[in-house]
């Protein structure tokens, strides 16, 4: 069940439920993923409604360790992408399975 989808996956499910020609299917799914892209950049929140939501968050500089060595290691600044899923999602992804 480790399947990926992928762009294409995405436009050809546009093209058969929507009913545009492959080439504009396409182009709607990377306009849409383009539009997601630029919107994180500039550091905006994007929310899907019954999706989920992405935010860009800022982690502050830290000491941490090569598990090799032990050695401790400055982790730089930086800026990383978080993804919170709706519970619409959530709980179309538990459906029917029930805790053991």
């Given at each position: 069940m480790n399947e990926t989808i992928t762009r294409a996956d995405l436009s050809q499910?546009?093209?058969?439920?929507?009913?545009?020609?492959?080439?504009?299917?396409?182009?709607l799914v990377e306009l849409v993923l383009e539009e997601i892209s630029t919107a994180l950049e500039r550091g905006e929140m994007v929310k899907l409604s019954s999706f989920g939501t992405f935010t860009v968050k800022s982690k502050n500089q830290r000491i941490g360790r090569?598990?090799?060595?032990?050695?401790?290691?400055?982790?730089?600044?930086?800026?990383?992408?978080?993804?919170?899923?709706?519970?619409?999602?959530?709980?179309?992804?538990?459906?029917?399975?029930?805790?053991a």
């Open positions: 499910a546009v093209y058969e439920e929507v009913g545009l020609s492959r080439n504009e299917s396409s182009e090569n598990p090799k060595t032990g050695e401790e290691v400055p982790i730089l600044p930086r800026k990383v992408l978080s993804f919170r899923a709706s519970n619409v999602l959530k709980d179309a992804i538990n459906d029917g399975h029930s805790e």
